[in-house]
């Protein structure tokens, strides 16, 4: 069983930056954001293979969010930059022990473990 624990949710003005983090409590071979903003359906914001720190990403936030890791810690982040109001949403991270390029990573109903959540709010 992994447990994970979310962090560094807030509210920012649009154009602003925050960096959520995500703490696994053993290692996990992939690792994912996905977020779901209130009366939305869940979905998927990037992907990492923690083994060779392989990146992937949807297209709404390609080039404005970062994932990376912090193998040392079995954390995860997610710097999101140039923020949106519709960036806002409840972010999820999720992990996986296999590693990303076995299933499809963009499903949320193949991530086993889930984390908490943490509010994002970005005004205008």
């Known amino acids: 069983q992994v447990q994970l624990v979310e962090s560094g949710g807030g509210s920012v003005q649009a154009g602003g930056s925050l960096r959520l983090s995500c703490a696994a409590s053993?290692?996990?071979?992939?690792m994912a954001w996905f977020r779901e903003a209130p009366g939305k359906e869940r979905e998927w914001v990037a992907t990492l293979n923690t083994g060779r720190g392989i990146t992937y990403y949807a297209d709404s936030v390609k080039g404005r969010f970062t994932i990376s890791q912090d193998n040392a810690e079995n954390t995860i982040y997610l710097q999101m930059s140039s923020l949106k109001p519709e960036d806002t949403a409840m972010y999820y991270c999720?992990?996986?022990?296999?590693?990303?390029?076995?299933?499809?990573?963009?499903?949320?109903?193949?991530?086993?473990?889930w984390g908490q959540g943490t509010q994002v709010t970005v005004s205008s």
């Open positions: 053993g290692y996990t071979a992939c």
């Open positions: 999720a992990a996986r022990l296999d590693r990303c390029y076995s299933f499809d990573y963009r499903r949320e109903g193949n991530f086993p473990y």
